[in-house]
């Protein structure tokens, strides 16, 4: 193995193969909107009741900050990603571990989108398929896009994006069966309930690491972060609009046992000749989840390539063949609700709070530097 | 042509792999219905219809006997030569026993199974969902049923009453669902009253005019007609001919397209004292005796006889829901939704409740009287 080897923190990306900045904007857009928007607004009524809404402007602003903080760190240098930078900062050894337990997170997150996305399609539409069956042919897709490279990955998320960004138009008819009242009292949440219903929101925010590891790919740096937080607030802004249809449909007790409350908004939709219009949605979410499996999936075995220098190929199989087998096997409903805990627990903290911390010594290793170069 | 093929026949073969459902061999639940037994197990009427061409009549009847409403369809599959389907069920009678315990526990199932539909009617009999369910008829009674609730929502005759409402209601603390009542009438099922529930259970009802009042405190009407009966000796001056010799007492006026607005108002938390302001707006249609509306003086006149009506009706329907401790209007959840820190339990407002003082404020405005004065 390659352990020992030192590794350059600045990638070479060669021109053929960068992309635009402009494709961030969908990158975000797709990758935070995945299958935690479906449940996310139990998990945050739970914390702020009713007040809900100013919960998820709080956690809106946060992550435009930690978004902020992510371009301040990453244009510190010429050209990284978050392995160079841990590399740099932490030494070989200590970054490089820091780095696989980051591709460890990413490998959980990607596993929740399939298994979360399997759980609903077998609840929504074919209670008798297997499991084995829709891992498969999810996963054939994704290998097979991952195996053309960044590119077109990004060009899937671009594509399924618009593709799939109608769905948001069908609220209206559930929107309109809203009561107001449910939102009142209004600002009964205590400071402490409505900051912990913005952590609540972490789990649909994640996939902002991306930032981190495509960072290298991108073309005009200087205009990356305008579309970065324009999909940062295309996601706040989703959430929003679930959320509060969703209070404002179930109110209190009924939120809070709905696993997935936007399905159900979108079950109430009814034409005469769609009755049903979540089969729909559950079939169309595939379009949501690919995109996102194959931007994982990519993270990984391009994370895997540039800490010990493993063919991409290689990476790709095997974290195929254990999400088969996860696919395949985890069937319990409680046991994947708790892995999506671990691993939106762990999120929050590597991805949204971690760049906090690093900014600082990035600072200070960048000061030092100076210094001794100004010595020497 | 390479990558077509493959792919074709990949697409075709995946057809397998998903369970079919020939539909000449399923019976597609239209109508459940659910009557308590002695020891304490439900009787279950369920309607189907069936796509057999070789079979005459397409809707088909069986009873069951389960402790659930999925255990039912699982109980009457074994009676029936179909496969049994629950995805197009519409309407759900209870007997009239079995709702005065609750019929909540036969309602779950359509929050949990994300295969069963939300769009569909309860209703509560009269006697026993049985006797509703097997009126010989000769049109499709699922379909009657279900068109009589449908239609007379549309025409606003109906407050809102579905299954989605019960829930909302349901689960919502400080108000209680409204269902309609099914009465059997010379052979055939029509709506008569309103059930009233405290949380799922049955506990009494609203006649029609009633579930006017009701719907004028709780909803907007559009276009509706009412008949409002007034007395008639304000008017005694203004009647030019006695055309109406049966009734020397009262005066009938029928309201058309009438609007309405109202709002509840919480004005003393801690005494509870409510307001109510409705506001109609309706043209005169028909009175039951000639009378001359020759000037305002008139009009206003019949204004305030119809308002002071309505409150007064209105008053006594509010007593009655106070005497059976609904709260099918939401005083409760007014009372929720304006005091902070406070967290309503429902045993709290069943005391409360009967204490509230409400005050109610109609303002009748009558636009037009036709085309002849």
């Given amino acids: 193995m390659t352990w020992g080897i030192s590794m350059d923190i600045n990638v070479a990306v060669k021109p053929g193969i960068r992309i635009r900045a402009f494709y961030l904007f969908f990158i975000i857009a797709n990758i935070q909107n995945g299958t935690g928007i ?42 990284t990603d978050i392995f160079g930078i841990q590399v740099d900062l932490f030494g070989n050894w200590v970054g490089k571990i820091l780095g696989t337990i980051f591709i460890t997170y990413v490998f959980g997150s990607l596993l929740t989108v399939l298994i979360n996305y399997i759980q609903v399609v077998q609840v929504f539409i074919f209670p008798t398929l ?14 097979y896009a991952v195996l053309g490279g960044l590119r077109v990955a990004v060009g899937v998320a671009f594509i399924f994006f618009i593709l799939s960004i109608w769905l948001v138009i069908f609220l209206y008819k559930p929107m309109t069966l809203t009561d107001f009242g449910h939102f009142k009292p209004l600002l009964e949440a205590s400071p402490k309930e409505l900051l912990l219903g ?65 399905l159900i908004l979108y079950k109430l939709i009814e034409y005469t000749l769609i009755e049903r219009f979540d089969i729909i949605v559950v079939s169309q979410w595939m379009m949501v989840i690919i995109p996102i499996m194959i931007l994982l999936s990519w993270m990984i075995t391009y994370g ?6 493993i063919s991409q190929k290689k990476t790709l199989f095997v974290v195929i063949l ?14 994947i609700e708790t892995i999506i805990d671990y691993v939106a627990q762990i999120g929050f903290w590597i991805v949204i709070i971690y760049p906090l911390i690093l900014y600082p010594l990035v600072l200070i290793k960048k000061k030092t530097n100076k210094n001794k170069e100004g010595e020497s | 042509m390479k990558i077509v093929l493959p792919i074709l026949c990949m697409a075709t073969l995946l057809i397998g792999c ?29 309607l189907y219809t069936q796509f057999d061409p070789d079979i005459k009549e397409p809707i088909q009847l069986v009873e069951s006997k389960s402790n659930s409403y999925e255990g039912a369809v699982d109980a009457a599959n074994l009676k029936t030569n179909y496969k049994l389907v629950t995805g197009q069920l519409r309407l759900k009678v209870f007997g009239k026993e079995l709702a005065k315990q609750g019929i909540v526990r036969l309602l779950t199932t359509h929050y949990r199974d994300a295969e069963e539909p ?22 499709n009674l699922s379909k009657f049923l279900y068109n009589l609730i449908d239609n007379n929502r549309k025409l606003e005759i109906l407050p809102k009453s579905d299954f989605k409402d019960f829930a909302h209601k349901y689960a919502d603390i400080g108000i209680d669902p409204i269902q309609p009542l099914i ?42 007609t009412q008949e409002i009966t007034i007395p008639k000796q304000p008017f005694e001056e203004f009647i030019k001919k006695h055309e109406d010799k049966r009734d020397a007492e009262n005066l009938h006026v029928i309201l058309s397209e009438l609007r309405s607005g109202q709002k509840i108002t919480l004005e003393d938390t801690k005494n509870l004292k409510y307001n109510v302001d409705i506001k109609i707006d309706a043209n005169l249609l028909e009175i039951s005796e000639q009378v001359v509306i020759e000037d305002e003086k008139v009009l206003n006149k019949m204004e305030e006889q119809i308002s002071k009506k309505i409150n007064k009706k209105l008053e006594e329907m509010l007593d009655k829901l106070k005497e059976l401790n609904v709260d099918t209007i939401g005083f409760g959840r007014i009372y929720n939704q304006e005091t902070k820190h406070k967290e309503l339990t429902e045993q709290k407002w069943r005391e409360l409740y009967p204490t509230i003082d409400v005050t109610f404020n109609v303002d009748v405005n009558i636009l037009r009287h036709g085309v002849f004065d």
């Fill in chain 1, 130 to 143: 297997s499991r084995w069956m829709i891992t498969i042919l999810l996963l054939l897709i994704v290998t």
């Fill in chain 2, 18 to 46: 998903v369970d079919t459902k020939q539909i000449e061999q399923l019976g597609i639940i239209t109508s459940y219905g659910a009557d308590l037994l002695e020891d304490d197990l439900i009787n279950n009427t369920l």
């Fill in chain 2, 183 to 224: 009465t059997i009438e010379k052979k055939k099922p029509i709506i008569e009253r309103l059930a009233l529930f405290q949380n799922d259970v049955f506990v009494g009802s609203l006649t029609t005019e009633e579930t006017f009042l009701f719907k004028l405190v709780m909803e907007n009407f559009k276009a509706v």
């Fill in chain 1, 38 to 79: 479906m449940g996310v607004p139990r998990y945050i009524y739970k914390e702020a009741k009713q007040d809900s809404w100013v919960s998820i402007l709080i956690a809106g602003l946060f992550i435009h900050i930690v978004v902020f903080v992510m371009f301040q760190i990453l244009n510190k240098y010429e050209n």
């Fill in chain 1, 198 to 262: 913005a952590k609540a929101t972490s789990y649909s925010f994640l996939g902002l690491e991306i930032l981190f590891f495509i960072y290298p790919f991108i073309d005009n740096k200087k205009k990356a972060q305008l579309p970065t937080q324009i999909g940062i607030a295309t996601t706040t802004f989703i959430i929003l609009l679930v959320t509060g249809i969703s209070i404002g449909f179930f109110g209190g007790d009924t939120l809070e046992q709905a696993i997935w409350p936007v």
């Fill in chain 2, 118 to 139: 939300s769009r569909l009617y309860v209703v509560v009999s009269d006697t026993t969902a049985k006797d509703v369910l097997t009126i010989n008829t000769s049109f």
């Fill in chain 1, 304 to 309: 895997v390539k540039r800490l010990y220098k």
């Fill in chain 1, 322 to 335: 254990l999400l088969l087998i996860c696919g395949g096997t985890i069937k319990n409903q409680y046991t």
